[in-house]
T-cell receptor
Framework: GQQLNQSPQSMFIQEGEDVSMNCTSS?????WLWYKQDPGEGPVLLIA?????ELTSNGRLTAQFGITRKDSFLNISASIPSDVGIYFC??????????FGAGTRLTVKP | GAVVSQHPSWVICKSGTSVKIECRSL??????MFWYRQFPKQSLMLMAT?????????EQGVEKDKFLINHASLTLSTLTVTSAHPEDSSFYIC???????????FGPGTRLTVT
């Protein structure tokens, strides 16, 4: 079953606003990944984090691997309509086992 | 790089028939492939993990005799839904990694509708 708590479950924001979502777990992970899924498609990898404290950016996206290795957040700055979709976090264990969060559904109003 | 394809992208079948879905890694060798199921507006549910040349490991509650997985080569895994029923209608997504990385790369998904 799910071992990650991802929040918020959904967000409705105005174009241009910043977005923040996070994932927490009671387990320690070796890696955190963030994916985006557009409707009717498979998830696409956005950012991969491998070290506690690591902060990585990909364009307007920034993600951080929490110091405790039990959490991660994803920020999107200056949102645009094409940011709409479902964002999933995923935590990885030492044996390459991955667990996914329930997803954050983002709606951006023009 | 790291492109995964799925075929077909959508399929409609009659109840009682079997359907095979293919997952291919196009530009890397996938030592491990994963099969997920996703219901509308829900998260990804891992069904099984398969390593090339060995039997798949199924998640609890997933019937291995109903969802047959074959990972015969480093670039191809197949999922066969046997004796499909309407409740098997779902979005099936595969992913793959190259073994040295946690990063899973997903296929575009296959929408199965059983009538």
């Amino acid at each position: 079953g799910q071992q990650l708590n991802q929040s918020p479950q959904s967000m409705f924001i105005q174009e241009g606003e910043d977005v923040s979502m996070n994932c927490t777990s009671s387990s320690i992970f070796n890696t955190w990944l963030w994916y985006k899924q557009d409707p009717g498609e498979g998830p696409v990898l956005l950012i991969a984090l491998y070290k506690a404290g690591e902060l990585t950016s990909n364009g307007r996206l920034t993600a951080q691997f929490g110091i405790t290795r039990k959490d991660s957040f994803l920020n999107i700055s200056a949102s645009i309509p094409s940011d709409v979709g479902i964002y999933f976090c995923a935590g990885g264990f030492v044996n390459n086992d991955m667990r996914f969060g329930a997803g954050t559904r983002l709606t951006v109003k023009p | 790089g790291a492109v995964v394809s799925q075929h077909p992208s959508w399929v409609i079948c009659k109840s009682g028939t079997s359907v095979k879905i293919e997952c291919r890694s196009l530009d890397f060798q996938a030592t491990t492939m994963f099969w997920y199921r996703q219901f509308p507006k829900q998260s990804l549910m891992l069904m099984a993990t398969s390593n090339e040349g060995s039997k798949a490991t199924y998640e609890q509650g997933v019937e291995k005799d109903k969802f047959l997985i074959n990972h015969a080569s480093l670039t191809l895994s197949t999922l066969t839904v046997t004796s499909a029923h309407p409740e098997d209608s779902s979005f099936y997504i595969c992913s793959a990694n190259g073994g040295t990385s946690y990063e899973q790369y997903f296929g575009p998904g296959t929408r199965l509708t059983v009538t």
